[in-house]
């Protein structure tokens, strides 16, 4: 009979892939802890710590949890959902950090104060350089004066699963970092982050191999940054079904949603694939900068940003949009277009819907160009601008 092992998740059970975990921390036993009435954090974080430095799997019961330090889990960390919470009191960094084999669940994170800049600077997920297999799911984290998920940079594939992360008013979302360009094999599932302060909901840069599945995401507009930025040596990155906009409205109409742009050393992102995707209510577009390419997007909306749907700077080869659109861009009244191309990156726009009407024109092209296009019909009248000249 496969073996299954009772979850600390809210009664449910733990997935067959994460048994491995589980058992690793069976033999310490589960170590069941209630808050503290001390909110200088020392009662709690050392109760806590103490139990996951011995081995155990840590069950929170409903309550709040004062932390004056970060805790290192390298078993299991469990609470009741968002009824458990923890706030950092006087200390920065991340709040957990994640060792291999490890799985964080059912947990909240809240920064202190409704207001997340003057909250403690800390993260609320790291996870340790070089840790794998590593599982969170069920996560809502508020108000956090740092990133929402930040492992230290990654060196080598980390095998880590996120599913259900939730998140508001935080200074950022997700970020995924390495030094150059290396395989860290995560994946991104039903994803909700919204009102970013300062940072991108999701930042890549110089990670392969990310698979990205329902993400739900906004940044404030007068954070100035990308929603969702990749950035360097990206490739083999799967994006489906992600909704990421501004709110409230952004400042600029240069401020793109999502950004795909070369890092210091000119790596640009490649092989990427957006399905069934929506960048919206942005200051503008979907940007492809620099030599990003082998890029497809296949059923991608660009709509109601302030300027451009669709900007392409680069000089990228093989960016493929297949059944995508542009829909009520140009909010500000200003010179904009469905799709601007304004370098020589290698394009071919296939069954596109030109849908703003209040674009300049539907598609702008540069006298030289590597364009195809094959949809000619376009609404109030709205022409290309240019020839394409064939990609």
Not at 142 to 159: D, E, K
Not at 258 to 271: F, I, N, V, Y
Request: hydrophobic share 40%; charged share 10%.
């Amino acid at each position: 009979m496969r073996r299954t092992a009772l979850g600390l998740l809210g009664g449910g059970l733990l997935p067959a892939a994460r048994l491995t975990a589980a058992s690793a921390a069976e033999s310490a036993g589960i170590s069941t802890i209630a808050p503290s009435s001390d909110t200088s954090g020392a009662t709690d974080e050392q109760a806590i710590s103490g139990a996951l430095a011995a081995g155990a799997a840590v069950q929170l019961v409903p309550g709040t949890y004062y932390l004056n330090a970060g805790l290192t889990v390298d078993t299991m960390l469990a609470g009741c959902g968002p009824a458990t919470r923890l706030i950092p009191v006087g200390f920065t960094g991340p709040i957990v950090t994640m060792g291999s084999r490890s799985m964080l669940s059912e947990l909240q994170f809240y920064g202190g104060s409704a207001t997340s800049a003057g909250n403690p600077a800390t993260d609320g997920i790291s996870v340790s350089a070089g840790a794998s297999q590593v599982f969170v799911d069920n996560i809502t984290a508020f108000y956090l004066n740092g990133w929402v998920l930040n492992p230290q940079p990654i060196q080598s594939a980390t095998h880590m699963s996120v599913i259900g992360i939730r998140g508001l008013g935080n200074a950022g979302g997700i970020q995924l970092y390495a030094s150059s360009g290396v395989t860290a094999q995560v994946a991104l599932t039903d994803i909700d982050i919204q009102q970013c302060q300062v940072n991108p909901a999701l930042q890549l840069e110089n990670v392969y191999d990310i698979n990205v599945r329902g993400l739900n995401c906004a940044v404030i507009g007068s954070a100035g940054v990308a929603t969702v930025r990749l950035v360097g040596d990206v490739a083999t990155a799967l994006f489906s079904d992600v909704d990421a906009g501004v709110y409230p409205a952004p400042e600029s109409a240069y401020t793109p949603v999502l950004k795909l742009e070369a890092g210091t050393d000119t790596q640009a992102p490649s092989d990427v694939s957006f399905t069934g995707c929506t960048f919206q209510q942005g200051g503008a577009r979907v940007e492809v900068d620099d030599g990003s390419s082998n890029l497809r997007f296949t059923g991608v909306m660009a709509k109601t940003n302030l300027g451009n749907g669709w900007q392409f700077s680069g000089d990228g080869t093989f960016i493929s949009l297949t059944g995508c659109g542009g829909y009520a861009n140009n909010a500000s009244g200003g010179t904009a277009y469905d799709v601007n191309v304004s370098g020589l990156a290698h394009i071919g726009i296939f069954g596109f819907g030109y849908g703003s009407a209040d674009v300049t024109s539907a598609l702008e092209l540069p006298a030289v160009n590597h364009v195809t296009n094959d949809n000619a019909t376009y609404p109030g009248g709205k022409q290309v601008s240019g020839t394409p000249q064939g990609w």
